[in-house]
């Protein structure tokens, strides 16, 4: 049987959709995508309704031609009995499949970096929990929260500031060095925040020493104790949320560097703090 879907080529194209063509490209299913019934039946109502929105979300083949995501919306065309518009993606790799198999509903930020960008794994999984922290530290009054956002606007994020994408590739290396007390997104969101301010070089060296703990000496006494602090909050003997562990870290980058230039309430540090006093946080 020859496969209409096949294609060296990563291409996409807009089609008109009715059931008919709907039940012909269902047959190119990957085997194992099984179909979410209540969601295909969200879908199906919203078509009846006319209320279904055409999206940038496409139908998607691999290139061998076989379909690995769309079904439900296939199958919701059919069950509605309704021609739609939808957008047909061909050629893809097929290293997206995992990523797919999340299910829609479930896909993090990472899985959808890693559909809709050429982006590694490696780096996916730290851009992808990034990326919400840097939203959150822009519109939640700077406290380092996290924000839930789409993960389309992830991506659009990533794509409009090259500054996420070099934040997150120097923290590779760095984290391959030895074990972090610092998730590596949380770890690329403050390198990302600190690089906008001074040099990458400062930061890196201060990265590398509070997330691997080589190169720490006597004069760097304020990160070490940092460091201990977070390896205990990580370890479940220090009750910090993670907020609480980014804003000390914050408040340890600008005294060590400058004596203290911002304060941040909730640590209970004030400008006045000096390298000794550090010391002494509980």
């Known amino acids: 049987m020859n496969n209409p879907w096949k294609s060296n080529v990563e291409r996409e194209v807009k089609m008109t959709i009715t059931p008919a063509i709907a039940e012909e490209m269902l047959k190119y299913e990957i085997l194992g995508n099984r179909e979410t019934r209540r969601h295909t039946d969200t879908i199906a109502v919203a078509m009846v309704n006319d209320d279904f929105v055409y999206m940038a979300d496409p139908i998607r083949f691999v290139s061998d031609g076989r379909m690995v995501d769309g079904g439900n919306r296939l199958r919701a065309i059919i069950k509605s009995d309704t021609t739609q518009e939808v957008l047909i993606a061909m050629g893809?790799?097929?290293?997206?499949?995992?990523?797919?198999?999340?299910?829609?509903?479930?896909?993090?930020?990472?899985?959808?970096?890693?559909?809709?960008?050429?982006?590694?794994?490696?780096?996916?999984?730290?851009?992808?929990?990034?990326?919400?922290?840097?939203?959150?530290?822009?519109?939640?009054?700077?406290?380092?929260?996290?924000?839930?956002?789409?993960?389309?606007?992830?991506?659009?994020?990533?794509?409009?500031?090259?500054?996420?994408?070099l934040a997150a590739e120097a923290i590779i290396p760095i984290y391959r060095k030895g074990s972090s007390p610092l998730p590596k997104g949380v770890a690329a969101f403050l390198y990302y925040e600190m690089a906008k301010k001074t040099g990458k070089d400062e930061v890196s060296d201060f990265m590398t020493k509070l997330m691997t703990g080589v190169g720490i000496t006597t004069s760097d006494s304020p990160i070490l104790r940092l460091r201990e602090k977070l390896d205990k909050a990580r370890r479940g003997l220090l009750k910090w949320k993670m907020h609480e562990k980014i804003e000390v870290t914050i408040n340890i980058w600008n005294i060590t560097r400058s004596k203290g230039l911002r304060r941040v309430t909730k640590t209970g540090l004030s400008p006045e703090l000096g390298r000794e006093e550090l010391l002494k946080i509980q």
Do not use: C, F, W
């Open 92 to 165: 893809l790799k097929e290293s997206i499949i995992p990523y797919l198999n999340h299910g829609s509903l479930n896909r993090d930020g990472g899985d959808v970096l890693q559909i809709m960008t050429t982006m590694s794994h490696e780096l996916a999984t730290i851009v992808g929990p990034m990326i919400p922290r840097i939203s959150g530290y822009k519109h939640n009054n700077k406290q380092y929260r996290s924000d839930r956002i789409n993960p389309a606007k992830i991506v659009d994020m990533y794509m409009s500031d090259k500054n996420i994408k």
